[in-house]
Protein backbone atom coordinates (compact mmCIF):
# COMPACT_ATOMS: atom_id res chain seq x y z
CA UNK A 1 0.00 0.00 0.00
CA UNK A 2 1.17 3.65 -0.32
CA UNK A 3 2.76 5.54 2.47
CA UNK A 4 1.36 9.13 1.60
CA UNK A 5 -0.85 10.62 3.98
CA UNK A 6 -3.39 12.45 2.09
CA UNK A 7 -4.99 14.34 5.27
CA UNK A 8 -8.72 15.71 4.43
CA UNK A 9 -9.76 16.94 7.71
CA UNK A 10 -11.26 20.82 7.83
CA UNK A 11 -9.06 23.23 9.49
CA UNK A 12 -10.14 23.87 13.31
CA UNK A 13 -12.50 27.08 14.25
CA UNK A 14 -10.36 29.08 16.46
CA UNK A 15 -12.41 28.04 19.44
CA UNK A 16 -11.99 24.46 18.88
CA UNK A 17 -9.61 22.90 21.90
CA UNK A 18 -6.07 22.17 20.11
CA UNK A 19 -5.37 18.68 19.45
CA UNK A 20 -2.07 17.24 20.07
CA UNK A 21 -0.45 15.85 16.02
CA UNK A 22 -0.66 12.16 17.46
CA UNK A 23 -4.55 12.40 17.11
CA UNK A 24 -4.67 15.15 14.61
CA UNK A 25 -3.40 12.65 12.04
CA UNK A 26 -4.34 9.65 13.09
CA UNK A 27 -4.16 7.26 9.90
CA UNK A 28 -8.22 6.99 8.66
CA UNK A 29 -7.40 4.60 6.26
CA UNK A 30 -4.92 1.89 5.14
CA UNK A 31 -3.19 4.26 2.79
CA UNK A 32 -2.33 6.19 5.43
CA UNK A 33 -0.69 3.43 7.61
CA UNK A 34 2.50 3.87 7.19
CA UNK A 35 5.17 1.45 7.34
CA UNK A 36 3.14 -2.15 7.45
CA UNK A 37 2.32 -3.00 3.95
CA UNK A 38 2.67 -6.36 3.91
CA UNK A 39 -0.27 -6.32 7.28
CA UNK A 40 -2.11 -4.32 4.56
CA UNK A 41 -1.66 -6.70 1.81
CA UNK A 42 -2.29 -10.00 3.89
CA UNK A 43 -5.47 -8.50 5.55
CA UNK A 44 -6.74 -7.31 2.04
CA UNK A 45 -6.04 -10.22 0.12
CA UNK A 46 -8.29 -12.14 3.37
CA UNK A 47 -11.28 -9.82 2.74
CA UNK A 48 -10.93 -10.14 -0.99
CA UNK A 49 -11.58 -13.81 -0.59
CA UNK A 50 -13.67 -13.81 2.22
CA UNK A 51 -11.70 -15.76 4.78
CA UNK A 52 -11.90 -13.24 8.09
CA UNK A 53 -10.26 -14.54 11.29
CA UNK A 54 -12.79 -14.15 13.86
CA UNK A 55 -9.79 -12.85 15.86
CA UNK A 56 -7.10 -10.63 15.19
CA UNK A 57 -3.77 -9.81 17.21
CA UNK A 58 -2.15 -7.10 16.71
CA UNK A 59 1.73 -6.78 18.40
CA UNK A 60 4.04 -4.44 17.98
CA UNK A 61 5.88 -1.65 20.11
CA UNK A 62 4.38 1.53 21.39
CA UNK A 63 3.21 4.18 18.63
CA UNK A 64 3.36 1.67 15.65
CA UNK A 65 -0.25 1.81 14.89
CA UNK A 66 -2.17 -1.33 16.94
CA UNK A 67 -5.14 0.76 18.05
CA UNK A 68 -5.57 2.85 14.91
CA UNK A 69 -5.42 -0.78 12.68
CA UNK A 70 -7.97 -2.15 15.25
CA UNK A 71 -9.98 0.55 14.14
CA UNK A 72 -9.09 0.63 10.29
CA UNK A 73 -10.42 -3.08 10.54
CA UNK A 74 -13.28 -2.19 11.93
CA UNK A 75 -14.34 0.19 9.36
CA UNK A 76 -13.33 -2.22 6.88
CA UNK A 77 -15.54 -5.21 8.09
CA UNK A 78 -18.67 -2.85 9.18
CA UNK A 79 -18.35 -0.39 5.34
CA UNK A 80 -21.32 -0.06 3.55
CA UNK A 81 -20.19 2.09 0.94
CA UNK A 82 -21.79 5.38 -0.08
CA UNK A 83 -24.76 3.77 -1.67
CA UNK A 84 -25.32 1.54 1.29
CA UNK A 85 -24.73 -1.69 -0.61
CA UNK A 86 -21.22 -2.28 0.05
CA UNK A 87 -19.83 -5.39 1.69
CA UNK A 88 -16.33 -5.67 3.68
CA UNK A 89 -13.57 -3.71 1.74
CA UNK A 90 -9.79 -2.89 2.69
CA UNK A 91 -10.76 0.76 0.91
CA UNK A 92 -13.85 1.55 3.24
CA UNK A 93 -15.36 4.44 1.60
CA UNK A 94 -15.67 6.77 4.77
CA UNK A 95 -18.51 8.56 4.19
CA UNK A 96 -21.12 5.65 5.21
CA UNK A 97 -22.75 5.90 8.49
CA UNK A 98 -20.68 2.99 10.26
CA UNK A 99 -17.56 4.76 8.94
CA UNK A 100 -18.41 7.99 10.38
CA UNK A 101 -19.29 6.65 13.30
CA UNK A 102 -16.54 4.45 14.24
CA UNK A 103 -14.20 7.26 13.19
CA UNK A 104 -15.82 9.56 15.84
CA UNK A 105 -16.08 6.90 18.36
CA UNK A 106 -19.64 6.63 18.64
CA UNK A 107 -20.76 3.18 17.21
CA UNK A 108 -22.40 1.14 19.51
CA UNK A 109 -21.36 -2.20 17.86
CA UNK A 110 -17.79 -1.28 17.98
CA UNK A 111 -16.63 -1.71 21.64
CA UNK A 112 -13.14 -0.26 22.86
CA UNK A 113 -11.69 -1.51 26.46
CA UNK A 114 -8.78 -1.06 28.23
CA UNK A 115 -7.56 -4.14 29.50
CA UNK A 116 -5.31 -2.15 32.10
CA UNK A 117 -8.56 -1.35 33.80
CA UNK A 118 -10.40 -3.96 33.32
CA UNK A 119 -8.63 -7.00 34.44
CA UNK A 120 -10.66 -9.20 36.21
CA UNK A 121 -13.07 -12.11 35.30
CA UNK A 122 -16.31 -9.84 35.92
CA UNK A 123 -15.11 -7.96 33.19
CA UNK A 124 -14.21 -10.77 30.77
CA UNK A 125 -18.50 -12.09 31.71
CA UNK A 126 -19.67 -9.17 30.93
CA UNK A 127 -17.79 -9.21 27.26
CA UNK A 128 -19.29 -13.01 26.75
CA UNK A 129 -22.51 -11.69 27.83
CA UNK A 130 -23.10 -8.75 25.62
CA UNK A 131 -21.79 -10.80 22.84
CA UNK A 132 -24.11 -13.32 22.74
CA UNK A 133 -26.51 -10.66 21.77
CA UNK A 134 -26.74 -9.45 17.77
CA UNK A 135 -25.39 -6.40 16.05
CA UNK A 136 -27.73 -3.17 16.73
CA UNK A 137 -26.77 -1.30 13.26
CA UNK A 138 -23.77 -2.79 11.93
CA UNK A 139 -22.49 -6.08 9.77
CA UNK A 140 -20.13 -7.09 12.79
CA UNK A 141 -20.43 -6.37 16.54
CA UNK A 142 -16.18 -6.09 17.45
CA UNK A 143 -14.52 -5.71 20.70
CA UNK A 144 -11.24 -4.05 20.76
CA UNK A 145 -9.06 -5.00 23.91
CA UNK A 146 -6.40 -2.75 24.23
CA UNK A 147 -3.00 -4.38 26.15
CA UNK A 148 -4.70 -7.33 26.38
CA UNK A 149 -1.81 -8.88 28.17
CA UNK A 150 -3.03 -7.28 31.10
CA UNK A 151 -6.03 -9.51 31.94
CA UNK A 152 -5.18 -11.68 34.89
CA UNK A 153 -5.07 -15.17 34.34
CA UNK A 154 -9.07 -16.05 35.55
CA UNK A 155 -10.13 -13.80 33.00
CA UNK A 156 -8.29 -15.14 29.96
CA UNK A 157 -10.08 -18.20 31.00
CA UNK A 158 -13.34 -17.35 31.24
CA UNK A 159 -12.62 -15.17 27.37
CA UNK A 160 -11.27 -18.74 25.78
CA UNK A 161 -14.43 -20.15 24.71
CA UNK A 162 -15.87 -17.31 23.25
CA UNK A 163 -12.61 -16.65 21.63
CA UNK A 164 -12.18 -19.92 19.82
CA UNK A 165 -15.78 -20.23 18.72
CA UNK A 166 -17.48 -16.62 18.81
CA UNK A 167 -21.06 -15.99 17.48
CA UNK A 168 -21.13 -15.17 13.66
CA UNK A 169 -21.43 -11.27 14.35
CA UNK A 170 -18.67 -11.62 16.90
CA UNK A 171 -15.03 -9.76 16.06
CA UNK A 172 -12.50 -9.69 18.46
CA UNK A 173 -9.46 -7.47 17.91
CA UNK A 174 -6.32 -7.76 20.99
CA UNK A 175 -3.83 -5.25 20.76
CA UNK A 176 -0.78 -5.69 23.06
CA UNK A 177 2.73 -4.80 23.20
CA UNK A 178 4.02 -7.60 25.27
CA UNK A 179 2.85 -10.78 22.86
CA UNK A 180 4.90 -13.15 25.05
CA UNK A 181 2.70 -12.55 28.33
CA UNK A 182 -0.60 -13.50 26.21
CA UNK A 183 -0.98 -17.18 27.04
CA UNK A 184 -0.24 -19.73 24.24
CA UNK A 185 -3.88 -20.91 23.82
CA UNK A 186 -4.89 -17.14 23.46
CA UNK A 187 -2.43 -16.93 20.34
CA UNK A 188 -3.61 -20.12 18.63
CA UNK A 189 -6.99 -18.82 18.47
CA UNK A 190 -5.79 -15.51 16.42
CA UNK A 191 -4.78 -14.26 13.52
CA UNK A 192 -1.18 -12.76 14.36
CA UNK A 193 -0.44 -9.47 12.79
CA UNK A 194 3.29 -8.52 14.15
CA UNK A 195 3.38 -4.28 13.34
CA UNK A 196 7.07 -3.23 12.48
CA UNK A 197 8.91 -0.89 13.46
CA UNK A 198 8.54 2.55 10.97
CA UNK A 199 11.94 2.74 8.92
CA UNK A 200 13.56 6.54 9.82
CA UNK A 201 13.84 7.50 6.47
CA UNK A 202 9.74 6.95 6.06
CA UNK A 203 9.39 8.99 9.60
CA UNK A 204 11.36 11.60 8.43
CA UNK A 205 9.36 11.73 4.83
CA UNK A 206 6.02 11.50 7.18
CA UNK A 207 7.20 14.15 9.58
CA UNK A 208 7.99 16.86 6.37
CA UNK A 209 4.66 16.48 5.03
CA UNK A 210 3.25 16.91 8.74
CA UNK A 211 5.04 19.93 9.18
CA UNK A 212 4.23 21.08 5.71
CA UNK A 213 0.50 20.93 6.61
CA UNK A 214 0.81 22.64 10.28
CA UNK A 215 2.62 25.91 8.09
CA UNK A 216 5.86 25.23 10.04
CA UNK A 217 9.02 25.04 8.48
CA UNK A 218 11.74 22.56 9.37
CA UNK A 219 14.94 21.30 8.46
CA UNK A 220 15.51 18.14 7.38
CA UNK A 221 18.30 17.16 9.41
CA UNK A 222 15.84 18.42 12.43
CA UNK A 223 13.17 15.93 11.23
CA UNK A 224 15.68 12.88 10.55
CA UNK A 225 16.88 13.38 14.52
CA UNK A 226 13.65 13.57 15.54
CA UNK A 227 12.57 10.41 13.12
CA UNK A 228 15.70 8.58 14.80
CA UNK A 229 14.86 9.23 18.51
CA UNK A 230 10.96 7.77 17.70
CA UNK A 231 13.07 4.30 17.57
CA UNK A 232 10.26 3.10 14.63
CA UNK A 233 6.77 4.77 16.65
CA UNK A 234 5.06 7.37 14.68
CA UNK A 235 3.33 8.59 17.94
CA UNK A 236 6.30 9.15 19.78
CA UNK A 237 8.08 10.98 16.98
CA UNK A 238 4.72 13.27 16.76
CA UNK A 239 5.04 14.27 19.83
CA UNK A 240 8.71 15.15 19.49
CA UNK A 241 7.73 17.04 16.71
CA UNK A 242 4.71 18.76 18.65
CA UNK A 243 6.98 20.07 21.22
CA UNK A 244 9.78 21.20 18.48
CA UNK A 245 7.13 23.23 16.34
CA UNK A 246 6.18 24.66 19.81
CA UNK A 247 9.67 25.95 20.91
CA UNK A 248 10.88 27.05 17.44
CA UNK A 249 7.46 29.25 17.51
CA UNK A 250 8.52 30.88 20.94
CA UNK A 251 11.95 31.51 19.38
CA UNK A 252 10.26 32.89 16.41
CA UNK A 253 12.03 30.31 13.57
CA UNK A 254 11.14 27.36 11.99
CA UNK A 255 12.75 23.91 13.23
CA UNK A 256 16.23 23.90 13.07
CA UNK A 257 18.68 20.41 14.11
CA UNK A 258 20.52 22.72 16.97
CA UNK A 259 17.18 23.11 18.76
CA UNK A 260 16.09 19.33 18.61
CA UNK A 261 19.43 18.49 19.90
CA UNK A 262 18.96 20.85 22.66
CA UNK A 263 15.50 19.83 23.45
CA UNK A 264 16.36 16.30 23.56
CA UNK A 265 19.82 16.40 25.34
CA UNK A 266 21.20 15.07 21.86
CA UNK A 267 25.40 15.74 21.33
CA UNK A 268 25.83 17.41 17.70
CA UNK A 269 26.68 14.61 15.60
CA UNK A 270 29.74 16.57 13.91
CA UNK A 271 31.18 16.91 17.78
CA UNK A 272 30.48 12.87 17.86
CA UNK A 273 32.78 13.11 14.81
CA UNK A 274 35.27 14.84 15.58
CA UNK A 275 35.78 12.83 18.84
CA UNK A 276 35.51 9.81 17.10
CA UNK A 277 38.64 10.92 15.40
CA UNK A 278 40.08 11.98 18.37
CA UNK A 279 39.89 9.02 19.99
CA UNK A 280 41.73 7.26 16.61
CA UNK A 281 44.66 8.76 17.03
CA UNK A 282 45.24 8.70 20.69
CA UNK A 283 44.79 12.34 21.60
CA UNK A 284 43.57 11.23 25.17
CA UNK A 285 43.68 15.13 26.22
CA UNK A 286 41.41 16.85 23.59
CA UNK A 287 39.32 13.82 23.71
CA UNK A 288 38.64 14.51 27.53
CA UNK A 289 38.20 18.03 27.10
CA UNK A 290 35.60 17.49 23.79
CA UNK A 291 33.37 15.43 25.88
CA UNK A 292 33.81 18.21 29.12
CA UNK A 293 32.27 20.46 26.29
CA UNK A 294 29.58 18.26 25.65
CA UNK A 295 29.11 17.78 29.36
CA UNK A 296 28.74 21.43 30.16
CA UNK A 297 26.69 21.84 27.49
CA UNK A 298 24.33 19.95 29.41
CA UNK A 299 24.72 16.25 27.09
CA UNK A 300 24.08 13.43 28.99
CA UNK A 301 28.17 11.46 29.36
CA UNK A 302 25.60 8.04 27.84
CA UNK A 303 24.23 9.54 25.44
CA UNK A 304 27.86 10.73 23.68
CA UNK A 305 28.82 6.88 24.03
CA UNK A 306 25.55 6.25 22.15
CA UNK A 307 26.69 8.52 19.47
CA UNK A 308 30.11 6.91 19.30
CA UNK A 309 28.39 3.55 18.94
CA UNK A 310 26.31 4.38 16.21
CA UNK A 311 29.75 5.85 14.57
CA UNK A 312 30.71 2.63 15.14
CA UNK A 313 28.20 0.43 13.53
CA UNK A 314 27.85 3.52 10.64
CA UNK A 315 31.56 2.82 9.70
CA UNK A 316 31.02 -1.04 9.62
CA UNK A 317 28.35 -0.93 7.17
CA UNK A 318 30.05 2.00 4.77
CA UNK A 319 33.27 -1.07 5.26
CA UNK A 320 30.92 -3.70 3.91
CA UNK A 321 29.58 -1.77 1.42
CA UNK A 322 26.03 -1.23 1.96
CA UNK A 323 23.28 1.06 1.29
CA UNK A 324 24.32 4.06 3.29
CA UNK A 325 21.10 5.60 5.34
CA UNK A 326 19.46 7.92 3.85
CA UNK A 327 19.05 10.58 6.83
CA UNK A 328 22.56 10.90 6.33
CA UNK A 329 24.21 14.26 6.09
CA UNK A 330 27.07 14.34 2.81
CA UNK A 331 29.52 14.76 5.67
CA UNK A 332 28.90 11.91 7.46
CA UNK A 333 28.86 9.44 4.64
CA UNK A 334 32.03 11.01 4.02
CA UNK A 335 33.43 10.76 7.14
CA UNK A 336 32.33 6.87 7.54
CA UNK A 337 33.51 5.98 4.39
CA UNK A 338 37.03 7.16 4.76
CA UNK A 339 37.02 5.53 7.99
CA UNK A 340 36.12 2.61 6.31
CA UNK A 341 38.80 2.75 4.42
CA UNK A 342 41.76 2.66 7.57
CA UNK A 343 40.18 0.79 9.62
CA UNK A 344 39.81 -3.15 9.85
CA UNK A 345 36.79 -5.37 11.45
CA UNK A 346 38.43 -6.55 13.84
CA UNK A 347 39.44 -2.66 15.12
CA UNK A 348 36.21 -1.99 14.59
CA UNK A 349 34.83 -4.91 16.64
CA UNK A 350 36.93 -3.75 19.25
CA UNK A 351 36.23 -0.47 19.19
CA UNK A 352 31.96 -1.65 19.62
CA UNK A 353 33.07 -3.90 22.41
CA UNK A 354 35.26 -1.31 24.74
CA UNK A 355 32.54 1.57 23.73
CA UNK A 356 29.58 -0.61 24.84
CA UNK A 357 30.94 -1.77 28.07
CA UNK A 358 31.60 2.17 28.25
CA UNK A 359 28.08 2.66 27.83
CA UNK A 360 26.88 0.29 30.46
CA UNK A 361 29.17 1.30 33.02
CA UNK A 362 28.03 4.86 32.39
CA UNK A 363 24.73 3.99 33.32
CA UNK A 364 25.34 2.35 36.75
CA UNK A 365 27.78 4.08 37.76
CA UNK A 366 27.18 7.01 40.85
CA UNK A 367 30.06 9.58 38.83
CA UNK A 368 28.98 9.37 35.47
CA UNK A 369 30.70 11.79 33.79
CA UNK A 370 33.91 10.11 35.32
CA UNK A 371 33.37 6.84 34.22
CA UNK A 372 32.67 8.69 31.04
CA UNK A 373 36.02 9.69 31.06
CA UNK A 374 37.28 6.60 31.94
CA UNK A 375 36.15 4.83 29.17
CA UNK A 376 37.71 7.12 26.75
CA UNK A 377 40.84 6.51 28.07
CA UNK A 378 40.22 3.08 27.90
CA UNK A 379 39.22 3.16 24.03
CA UNK A 380 42.80 5.34 23.68
CA UNK A 381 44.85 2.98 25.20
CA UNK A 382 43.62 0.41 23.51
CA UNK A 383 43.81 1.81 20.31
CA UNK A 384 47.52 1.77 20.62
CA UNK A 385 47.88 -1.42 20.96
CA UNK A 386 48.72 -4.54 18.17
CA UNK A 387 46.40 -5.77 16.14
CA UNK A 388 45.73 -9.48 17.94
CA UNK A 389 45.54 -11.42 14.62
CA UNK A 390 48.67 -9.27 13.39
CA UNK A 391 50.74 -10.25 16.71
CA UNK A 392 49.84 -13.86 16.26
CA UNK A 393 51.09 -13.70 12.58
CA UNK A 394 54.38 -12.09 13.84
CA UNK A 395 54.38 -15.53 16.37
CA UNK A 396 53.93 -17.81 13.75
CA UNK A 397 56.74 -16.61 12.02
CA UNK A 398 59.02 -17.25 15.32
CA UNK A 399 59.01 -13.36 16.23
CA UNK A 400 60.02 -13.77 19.79
CA UNK A 401 58.10 -11.94 22.46
CA UNK A 402 59.84 -8.39 23.35
CA UNK A 403 62.04 -8.90 26.91
CA UNK A 404 62.18 -5.81 29.26
CA UNK A 405 64.65 -3.20 29.54
CA UNK A 406 66.26 -3.13 32.80
CA UNK A 407 65.87 -0.20 35.06
CA UNK A 408 69.43 0.29 36.04
CA UNK A 409 72.62 -1.29 35.47
CA UNK A 410 73.13 -2.71 38.75
CA UNK A 411 69.79 -4.81 38.62
CA UNK A 412 69.04 -5.84 35.23
CA UNK A 413 65.02 -7.23 34.96
CA UNK A 414 64.74 -11.03 33.89
CA UNK A 415 64.15 -11.85 30.57
CA UNK A 416 61.13 -13.68 29.20
CA UNK A 417 61.61 -16.35 27.60
CA UNK A 418 60.84 -16.32 23.82
CA UNK A 419 57.55 -18.05 22.62
CA UNK A 420 58.38 -21.31 20.68
CA UNK A 421 57.33 -20.88 16.96
CA UNK A 422 53.94 -22.17 16.27
CA UNK A 423 53.25 -24.59 14.34
CA UNK A 424 52.91 -24.23 10.58
CA UNK A 425 50.21 -26.72 10.03
CA UNK A 426 47.91 -29.03 11.96
CA UNK A 427 50.19 -31.98 11.25
CA UNK A 428 53.24 -29.87 12.86
CA UNK A 429 50.98 -29.55 15.66
CA UNK A 430 49.76 -33.39 16.14
CA UNK A 431 53.81 -34.31 15.75
CA UNK A 432 54.52 -31.48 17.98
CA UNK A 433 52.13 -33.08 20.83
CA UNK A 434 53.87 -36.61 19.94
CA UNK A 435 57.03 -35.47 21.06
CA UNK A 436 56.05 -34.77 24.13
CA UNK A 437 54.08 -37.68 24.98
CA UNK A 438 50.77 -36.56 24.17
CA UNK A 439 48.62 -39.92 25.51
CA UNK A 440 44.74 -40.06 24.91
CA UNK A 441 44.97 -36.87 23.42
CA UNK A 442 47.27 -37.88 20.82
CA UNK A 443 44.80 -41.27 20.17
CA UNK A 444 42.00 -38.47 19.37
CA UNK A 445 43.55 -36.45 17.42
CA UNK A 446 44.79 -39.46 15.04
CA UNK A 447 41.50 -41.10 14.89
CA UNK A 448 38.69 -38.24 15.75
CA UNK A 449 39.90 -34.99 14.93
CA UNK A 450 38.57 -33.45 11.05
CA UNK A 451 40.25 -29.94 11.29
CA UNK A 452 37.99 -27.23 9.59
CA UNK A 453 40.39 -24.26 9.76
CA UNK A 454 43.57 -24.10 11.45
CA UNK A 455 44.83 -20.30 11.64
CA UNK A 456 47.59 -20.46 14.80
CA UNK A 457 46.59 -19.87 17.53
CA UNK A 458 43.28 -20.84 16.53
CA UNK A 459 41.77 -24.32 15.76
CA UNK A 460 38.32 -25.24 14.77
CA UNK A 461 37.59 -28.87 14.54
CA UNK A 462 34.36 -30.27 13.59
CA UNK A 463 31.84 -32.26 15.22
CA UNK A 464 30.74 -34.58 12.54
CA UNK A 465 32.67 -36.99 13.94
CA UNK A 466 32.45 -37.81 18.12
CA UNK A 467 35.02 -35.98 20.18
CA UNK A 468 35.10 -35.95 24.04
CA UNK A 469 33.27 -32.74 25.42
CA UNK A 470 36.54 -32.19 27.06
CA UNK A 471 38.95 -32.13 24.69
CA UNK A 472 39.03 -28.50 23.19
CA UNK A 473 39.57 -27.30 26.65
CA UNK A 474 42.54 -30.25 27.45
CA UNK A 475 43.85 -29.38 23.80
CA UNK A 476 44.00 -25.45 24.38
CA UNK A 477 45.79 -26.49 27.87
CA UNK A 478 48.24 -28.76 26.56
CA UNK A 479 49.66 -26.17 23.14
CA UNK A 480 49.29 -23.51 26.23
CA UNK A 481 52.40 -25.46 27.84
CA UNK A 482 54.02 -26.72 24.72
CA UNK A 483 54.16 -23.06 22.47
CA UNK A 484 53.70 -20.28 25.50
CA UNK A 485 50.70 -18.81 23.75
CA UNK A 486 47.09 -18.76 24.65
CA UNK A 487 45.30 -21.25 22.05
CA UNK A 488 41.49 -21.33 21.27
CA UNK A 489 40.23 -24.50 19.73
CA UNK A 490 36.45 -24.25 18.34
CA UNK A 491 34.09 -26.49 16.59
CA UNK A 492 31.79 -26.42 14.00
CA UNK A 493 29.21 -28.43 12.26
CA UNK A 494 31.06 -28.50 9.23
CA UNK A 495 32.80 -31.90 6.94
CA UNK A 496 36.11 -30.73 8.06
CA UNK A 497 39.27 -32.33 6.91
CA UNK A 498 40.47 -36.54 6.96
CA UNK A 499 41.59 -37.56 9.76
CA UNK A 500 45.59 -38.49 10.62
CA UNK A 501 44.20 -42.43 10.30
CA UNK A 502 42.19 -41.53 7.71
CA UNK A 503 44.59 -39.61 5.36
CA UNK A 504 47.14 -42.53 6.66
CA UNK A 505 44.98 -45.66 5.72
CA UNK A 506 44.63 -43.50 2.00
CA UNK A 507 48.44 -43.46 1.82
CA UNK A 508 48.90 -47.33 2.40
CA UNK A 509 46.01 -47.84 -0.04
CA UNK A 510 47.54 -46.08 -2.81
CA UNK A 511 51.12 -47.31 -2.23
CA UNK A 512 49.34 -51.02 -2.08
CA UNK A 513 48.08 -49.95 -5.28
CA UNK A 514 51.38 -48.95 -7.01
CA UNK A 515 53.05 -51.46 -6.03
CA UNK A 516 50.27 -54.15 -7.25
CA UNK A 517 51.07 -52.24 -10.57
CA UNK A 518 54.69 -52.74 -11.18
CA UNK A 519 55.68 -55.36 -13.61
CA UNK A 520 57.51 -57.91 -11.37
CA UNK A 521 54.39 -57.71 -8.68
CA UNK A 522 51.90 -58.31 -12.01
CA UNK A 523 54.13 -61.17 -12.94
CA UNK A 524 53.84 -63.07 -9.49
CA UNK A 525 50.34 -62.55 -9.47
CA UNK A 526 49.73 -64.23 -12.94
CA UNK A 527 52.23 -67.15 -11.59
CA UNK A 528 50.38 -67.77 -8.49
CA UNK A 529 47.05 -66.67 -8.91
CA UNK A 530 46.02 -67.09 -5.04
CA UNK A 531 48.77 -65.47 -3.77
CA UNK A 532 48.52 -62.06 -1.36
CA UNK A 533 50.12 -58.91 -0.83
CA UNK A 534 50.64 -58.74 2.81
CA UNK A 535 53.70 -56.57 3.52
CA UNK A 536 56.05 -54.75 1.72
CA UNK A 537 59.04 -52.97 2.18
CA UNK A 538 59.33 -49.19 1.38
CA UNK A 539 62.91 -48.77 1.05
CA UNK A 540 63.40 -51.95 -0.97
CA UNK A 541 60.61 -50.48 -3.36
CA UNK A 542 62.04 -47.03 -3.35
Known sequence: MSDSFDLGEPPQPDNTAYRVLARKYRPQNFDQLIGQEAMVQTLANAIRRGRLAHAFLLTGVRGVGKTSTARLIAKALNCIGPDGEGGPTIDPCGVCEPCISIAEGRNIDVIEMDAASHTGVDDMRAVIDAARLAAFGARFKIYIIDEVHMLSKNAFNALLKTLEEPPEHVKFLLATTEVQKVPVTVLSRCQRFDLRRIPADKLATHFTRIAELEGATAEFEALALIARAADGSARDGLSILDQAIAHAGMEGGGVTASAVRAMLGLSDRAAIRDLFGLLLVSDAASALAALRIQYDLGVDPQSVLRGLLETVHATTLAKLGGDADPAQSVEEREAYQGWARSLS???????????????????????????GEMALLRVVHASSLPDPGELARQIAAGAAVGTAAAPSSTAPVPAAAPVQALPATFDDMVALIQRNGGGSLLSHLNANARPVRYAPPELTLSTQRPLPADLPAALAARLHDLTGVKWKILTEDAEGEATLAERRKASEEAERAAILETPIVKAAFEAFPDAVLENWNKEAQA
Do not use: M, S, T, V
Request: charged content about 20%; overall charge neutral.
Open 345 to 371: FPALHRLWQLLLKGHDEIGRAALPIEA
